[in-house]
């Protein structure tokens, strides 16, 4: 795939994620969910709100970064696998806001934390036999989900 096609697909997916996730996201213009939120039982692990921006931010932009150079790598069966993995997680960033903040379901959004522990680790494993800087441009967002996860589950298991 050229370089501009890839580019605007990886960073459209992204965004395109990140603005789903972002409809519901306990923000000012969102008062109930963001009450809602405010009043859970959290652990004191638990990041200030404006990490999680930063951090998406960053995490979001590595994600676009390793989907554009698997897209521009040499189709292979490793590619393919490792753009599947990628899609699932571009899937998993805007579909836990929605399932945490817009269902408000805390059992489900750990599943989904689970779920993206699996294929970030599964788009580092494969993009390694593809393109070692989008294998490691995913290292953060494996490592980032894993906290998320062990967060999620306290949240949902203090709140049950």
């Known amino acids: 795939m050229d370089r501009i096609s890839a580019a605007a697909i990886a960073g459209s997916a992204v965004v395109s994620a990140q603005l789903a996730g972002g409809r519901y996201a306990p923000t000012p213009g969102r008062p109930g969910t963001a009450a809602w939120y405010a009043a859970l039982r959290k652990p004191s692990f638990t ?6 921006g930063i951090a998406w931010t960053v995490l979001d932009s590595l994600l676009g970064y390793a989907g554009y150079r698997l897209m521009t790598a040499r189709p292979s069966p490793a590619r393919q696998l490792a753009l599947g993995f990628w899609g699932l997680n571009v ?7 929605w399932v945490l903040f817009g ?11 689970a779920a993206m522990v699996a294929s ?5 494993a494969a993009s390694r036999r593809v393109d070692e800087r989008a294998a490691l441009a995913c290292v953060p967002l494996a490592a980032w989900v894993l906290f998320a996860t062990v967060l999620q589950e306290e949240v949902w298991r203090r709140n049950a």
Request: glycine letters at 24%; proline letters at 10%.
């Open 47 to 52: 990041p200030p709100g404006p990490v999680f």
């Open 91 to 97: 899937l998993g960033v805007g579909g836990f806001s």
């Open 120 to 124: 970030s680790v599964g788009v580092v």
């Open 103 to 113: 269902k408000k379901r805390l059992g489900a959004a750990t599943g989904v934390t």
